[in-house]
């Protein structure tokens, strides 16, 4: 199946790493988010998320999705995404090499 990677930019980098100026909605977007991505991860889609430690580096979602059209609509459905916390751009993507 095609793969494809989509990098996120935080809208207000600062949240990156400064828990304290989160929200309870900015909690529950994150709630929702790890969820979307568990339930990706459990239905075999997602291959790797995660982001770098500090403001400077990505934080990307390596998945599998049948074309291009449905890999941005994957995409747009993330939480984050959809509800403005982050921009994001979609890319086609290959794993070359993936722990066993």
């Given amino acids: ?16 790493d400064r828990p304290e100026l989160w929200t309870e909605a900015d ?8 969820a979307y991505l568990t339930k990706a991860t459990e239905e075999g889609r997602l291959i790797l998320a995660g982001r770098s430690l500090d403001v400077k580096g990505p ?7 049948d074309d291009e059209v449905a ?6 459905g993330d939480p984050f995404v959809s509800q403005g916390f982050v921009t994001a751009e979609v890319y086609p993507f290959r794993v070359a090499l993936q722990q066993k």
Avoid: L, S
């Avoid at 890999?71 to 747009?76: D, G, K, P, S, T």
């Fill in 27 to 34: 909690n529950k977007r994150a709630e929702d988010h790890f």
């Fill in 59 to 65: 934080a990307i979602v390596i998945f599998e999705a």
């Fill in 1 to 16: 199946m095609p793969q494809f990677i989509y990098n996120m930019t935080p809208v207000r980098p600062e949240m990156v």
């Fill in 71 to 76: 890999a941005r609509v994957f995409m747009e």
